[in-house]
């Protein structure tokens, strides 16, 4: 896998923060329609819409994708794309998976340092809102060590009835006093302790004391702190996005609402409850930590009055809790099946350069001739590789033709199977010669070719399997025999020519004869072949787009075995007066050899350019 580039992470981070804004907009759907229930169940709500941004979407179609179920064969054909891609990922020209590998764009030059200024921002920021977050701590923590354990008093003794009479007597909460003007709160995680200014003791009767110390155990019950802390970081990362502000708003706002609905239940009397919020805020400032949980957080005015008037809140039945959890499932398991429904690529590098043979002497120059390139890739004869007018491109295909099929499939690749690569690869023409002493056989020819072009173009590129349009041959037939223009030819038939040699060249007038097995030839509306297996057969046609018209891979899925011998006659497709009496391609393979072509998609061998510069001519 090849690492990304800045663009590449910025539009990875544009999909994820989009995806999480919509998250974070349904949640505040779903914590309006609540609004009747208790503020602990919204709380909850928003805490999810803020840990959604610790869990990108494409980390889940991922983990879904690396279990997938689904091999990857031929798949139903799908013209466009689904709509939780274009949605989920507007950032994105392609479908983004974390450990799948797409083409390499390049980035637009009139983008200039864009993306890297825009990173460093980010960075910055980051390091600011970090360093902001523990010097807090460490002021609040100064203010623990400083302060001094109380045993005994009044406040211990209502803070330990109320331990027991709430089942946390087995976990006592350390009370630790100070001269700081710091509202009470609970600080710490692991071994929390509740902070307490000695000044309010004297301000606070015991029912309002015995109210405060209420509202603190009910936020040590809840780990507030715990969730304070989880969104602290998700607002150090994003501390851009103004919604990660208003959600921290709306968890403070929650978490104190949630622990007076538990006071009142619990018993304390509403007008003391609420003298006990209005004289801790009238002499003592609150925290400035959010995970130091105290007692004056939020909209102070409409709390008291919440407090004062709310009766009662509506208790959550079985069907709505029951929609809730589904609703947390549905959110979590849909792109994880998104990403089982379809599974990574699966990627292969190509062999190390300097593990290739290389030629001897090499000459790269560029062609400026005008017009288009040359439909060659490259002539390879026993000595020398030669390249006349050609786009990199073209030379790929024909160099990696092999790469893609079958063992002894010798046809190039198609225009769609050379992905990536800035736009030079397909507009600027090259010659290249390189030769060698030695008579090198074609494969050993191809690989002196990617040597070359590693070195000279310092191409670096993989194989990659992509789903794309695709025909599939299959028997038309019911009972899966061939038509009547198709014939198995045996080994020993095969043997006979071959041992026989290529044939005469005809006489002019003279009709050429026949194909010898092993060959195929084919003019316009014209496709002989003297014994060959159909894989063959099926290279040939999406190999010749000039003679059958087809301009995608053909798959060969007959299950016939062996070498056959056919005759196909059809309609030329470029032909401007085609003879009436032939039928179109694909009706003519039916009637004639008895295989039908199916419009598909399946995965494609397909190789992707990771980076590639112009060579130095010579």
Known sequence: MTPLSVREFLELAGDHLWQSTLFAAAAALVAVALRRYGASLRFWVWLAASLKFFVPFAALVALGGYGSWRS??????????????????????????????????????????????????????????????????????????????????????????????????THPLPLVASDTSLEPGVFGILRPKLLWPRAISERLTDEQLEAVLAHELCHLRRRDNLAAVLHIAVQTVFWFHPLTWWIGARLIDERERACDEEVIRRGSERETYAESILKTCKFFVESPLPCVSGVTGSDLKKRIEDIMTKDSVSSVGTWNKALLTLAGVVAFITPVAVGALNPPAQTRELPAPATLPAFEAVSVRPNVSEGPGGRGGGAMRPQQYAVQNATL???????????????????????????????????????????????????????????????????????????????????????????????????????????????????????????????????????FAGGVPLDWFASTLSNVPVISGIDRPVINRTNLKGTFAFQLKFAAPLNPNPDPDRPQLMTAMQEQLGIRLESTRAPVDVLVIDSVAKPTPN
């Open 393 to 527: 491109k073209v030379i790929l295909r024909r160099a990696f033709g092999t790469a893609g099929n079958a063992p002894g499939n010798t046809n190039d690749l198609l225009d769609q199977q050379v992905a990536g690569g800035p736009e030079w690869v397909t507009t600027d023409k090259f010659d290249i010669t390189a030769s060698t002493t030695a008579a090198t056989d074609p494969e050993r020819m191809r690989l002196m070719v990617h040597r070359m072009l590693a070195e000279r173009f310092q191409l670096k590129a993989h194989w990659e399997k992509r789903e794309m349009p695709v025909y599939v041959m299959t028997m038309a037939r019911p009972d899966g025999r061939p038509g009547p223009g198709m014939t198995l030819k045996s080994d020993a038939e095969c043997e006979k020519d071959r041992a026989a040699g290529p044939p005469p060249m005809p006489e002019p007038g003279v009709p050429a004869p026949p194909p010898r097995c092993g060959a195929v030839q084919f003019g316009p509306g014209l496709l």
């Open 72 to 169: 990857v064969e031929v798949v139903p054909y799908r013209e466009s794309p689904v709509l939780i891609e274009t949605v989920g990922q507007p950032f994105s020209d392609d479908t983004v998976a974390l450990g799948a590998t797409g083409p390499r764009r390049p980035a637009d030059p009139r983008l200039g340092r864009l993306p890297e200024a825009l990173l460093a921002v980010w960075a910055i920021g980051t390091v600011v809102f970090l360093t902001r977050s523990l010097i807090q701590w460490r002021r609040v923590q100064r203010v623990a060590h400083g302060g001094s354990l109380l045993e005994e008093g009044r406040e211990v003794r209502i803070l330990r009835r109320l331990e027991v009479s709430g089942g946390w007597s």
